[in-house]
Nanobody, 124 residues
Framework: QVQLVESGGGSVQAGDSLRLSCSGS????????MGWFRQAPGKEREFVAA????????SYADSVKGRFTISRDNAKNTVYLQMNSLKPEDTAVYYC?????????????????WGQGTQVTVSS
């Protein structure tokens, strides 16, 4: 089973950028589609972005489209989330997760394994 570990979170000002990383263990990482989700205090976990196993297909929530970019490096067993033009409403714990196949608009229940999350705080 692939274990996932997120990193790269932090506290930034509105308009700044951050890049999150999600590193996976095991030799089967490249077989899985990956997703990023986030959860703000008192809110449900929501979809942010997804990428297919090859990296050839990606999808985004409307709230981050044009600002966030998901990518992956299967040689490094890592998926990234480049976040630009950050807003206070992007403040949340960000999680990566994996599933066998790519979905355009997945829900949290579609994913089998999750990382522990990394905190992103954006102040105005």
């Amino acid at each position: 089973q692939v274990q996932l570990v997120e990193s790269g979170g932090g506290s930034v000002q509105a308009g700044d950028s951050l890049r999150l990383s999600c590193s996976g263990s095991g030799r089967t990482f490249s077989l899985y589609a990956m997703g990023w989700f986030r959860q703000a205090p008192g809110k449900e976990r929501e979809f942010v972005a997804a990428i297919s196993s090859s990296g050839g297909s990606t999808s985004y929530a409307d709230s981050v489209k044009g600002r966030f970019t998901i990518s992956r490096d299967n040689a490094k067993n890592t998926v990234y989330l480049q976040m630009n033009s950050l807003k206070p409403e992007d403040t949340a714990v960000y999680y990566c997760a994996l599933r066998r196949t790519f979905l355009v608009l997945p829900t949290p229940s579609d994913f089998q394994s999750w990382g522990q999350g990394t905190q992103v705080t954006v102040s105005s």
